[in-house]
């Protein structure tokens, strides 16, 4: 009956086997600062522009993807990257070195959710070896592209987000132990008519709600039936449109919803406003804090769903709105497999 | 042996089973000008921008390949869109009307033959009922967010392409008539190190090499065994780099090679130096002239090779070189599920 009967109830759970994490200074002084595998003081990098040293922060992500997850680059049949910098240049001059086989992807900050879905569809659907997912954001390269040359000083609203300085990588395999992903579902543009490009939490907000109520009526399940829903950025602005559209479809999300946005920083003490946002605040809090928990059985079922404004600067300028969007990837403790014959 | 064993020789070759291509005035005029559904003499679309123009030209081309596939958006599971604009935005905006579950990719040119080997992984591998590729590039959008502004009237160098006002779309099923999608293999970023952005042949062949020879290896075909291999967009430049790199690797594809750069235009009539380019470019040239062709059998293999020079203008004032990806398809007239048991 349901055309996506396939996706939200993979019939070969494949295993999220090894996965990396890398953030800036600021990332690293908040309250999941302990969590990345690596932090790095030095916004550059090492490199000499803020373009470079995002496609430094993915290489040195891929690398230690690589090390947790015991391969080669030769062993990833194919890698799903992308990142917020135009023409997905973080990732494509990241990748450079590696002769990996790439599908660039572009979702903003729904990114990494989105590469996770295809990495399923190579895995499970083709039956390839090994599939890996990697985004990254850097807010220096984000800001100056999508609002303001940093040395402007421009002054933040009270509803904008942090561009992140960090990047998250996994690795799916067929086989393996916890995590799972057990189900995926692709999303819908939606657009509710915001045009200020500092609130991007309103812009994206439908879009989760609408992926959200999609995932649970699909799957007949229930919010409190997960440990925790997952959005990707949606800030505190977002969160809470979030949970008033939740409300208005008849599911009650207090209590389990999570988002990285607001999880990402102290948002008072370091003025960040709603919260965190890019293609890596999400991906390295994944791979940071939900997927080790999600190994050791601390968490059972979490629905990560991740949200992205396609903001176009360009056609923000000519007055247009900005479409939301929101991938959902179900991971989960057990692999489903004992409950079949 | 291979690990692409799963991709190059699919086991369930999906059926292109509609398709559908929109071109503009100059595009027109070419060789090809009779091959599309329509063209647009209004580069505008009737639209107030270039951007938005673009949208337009994608939301006609997948309102006819709705038509032609007989079916309505709710029937398409997976839409795999992407363009040439920042942010994808041609592909957001277009699809923002539809209620389509949505993956944006980039792959600059090489976009139609990822989002194809995407789709073919959502249709054989996850058994979705139907997906469908969009994508598009518009002269105008392109030139200015590239190079420089059309009013700024720089002059064009001799190794210089020129991005078709073009989209193409088409429909993937499990099952239907020819033309099949055989085969698929994902691209490796080569990096030859060319750093002039007006001649992104020179920055492409070694990719499309690349891939063309890792098709032939891994199927252990020859050129010969297809009627066309057919680069997207290396443009005349381009193609001869591309006959001499497959020489040194023990191909010769005299006679076999064809680019849809070169045969868009009647590149001295139309002025359009080395040839077209763009995602709309090799996208509406496969679908008005090579898959008509396949589904009568007039050609019965044509290995697509994509390419795409993931230039981004702000690493090239940087200093750094272009890297180049292709991505291949292999359409033939036979499904091959004749020659098994």
Partial sequence: ?????????????????????IAGKKESEGPLGKCFDLTEADSHFGQMTWEQAESELQRRTLNLLLEH???????????????LINQCSGSTYALRGFDIPYYGIYG???????????GVMAVCGMELPRAAVLTSSHFSSAERQFRF????????????QWTCTAAGAALIEPQGGPPYIRGILPGR???AGQTDASNMGAAMAPAAADTIARYLSATRTRPSDYDAIVTGDLGIVGSRLLLKLMEQNGYDLRGVHRDCGAMMFDCKRQDTH??????????SIICGYFLPKL??????????????????????QQGESIPGICH?????YESGKEKRK
Same sequence: chains 1, 2.
Avoid: K
């Fill in 328 to 332: 959902a990837v179900h991971f989960s």
């Fill in 295 to 316: 190994r050791t059985g601390e968490l059972r079922h979490v629905l990560y769903a991740a949200t992205g404004a396609l903001l176009s600067p360009m056609l923000c």
């Fill in 149 to 160: 040359p940093l040395s402007y000083g421009g002054q933040r609203t009270p509803n904008a």
């Fill in 108 to 118: 903003a900050c729904s990114t990494f959710a989105e590469g996770l879905e295809l």
């Fill in 189 to 191: 543009i939606r657009d």
């Fill in 274 to 283: 709603s919260g965190g946002s890019g293609c890596g605040c999400s991906a």
């Fill in 1 to 21: 009956m349901n055309e996506y009967e396939s996706l939200i109830r993979l019939r070969r759970p494949p295993s999220v086997t090894a996965w990396a994490s």
């Fill in 69 to 83: 997850g015991g391969c080669e680059a030769a062993d990833i049949a194919a890698l799903f990257a992308g990142d």
